[in-house]
C-alpha cells in the first residue's frame, strides 16, 4: 500500500478537521478523504486509534 503522509501529519490533519467541526466518523472520512483514511490506517492499527492519538475523543 502507498502512503503519501506521515504519521504526524495523519494526526495534524485529524485536529485540523476536529477544530473545523468536519465529522471524524470513519464511513465520513473514508469517503471524503481517503488519502487520509489510507495512511490513518497504515500507521494505527484501527480508525478509532488514530483518532485517540490526535487528542480527537
Known amino acids: 500500500m502507498e ?3 506521515s504519521s ?3 494526526i495534524s490533519q ?3 478537521l476536529h ?4 465529522p471524524l ?3 465520513k472520512v473514508k469517503k ?3 488519502e487520509l483514511m489510507r495512511s490513518a490506517l497504515y500507521y494505527f492499527p484501527d480508525w478509532d ?3 485517540s492519538e490526535s ?3
Open 49 to 51: 486509534h488514530a483518532l
Open 55 to 57: 487528542g480527537v475523543e
Open 19 to 22: 477544530k473545523s467541526g468536519e
Open 8 to 10: 504526524n501529519e495523519v
Open 25 to 27: 466518523n470513519k464511513k
Open 14 to 16: 485529524i485536529s485540523q
Open 3 to 5: 502512503v503519501n503522509m
Open 32 to 34: 471524503a478523504y481517503p
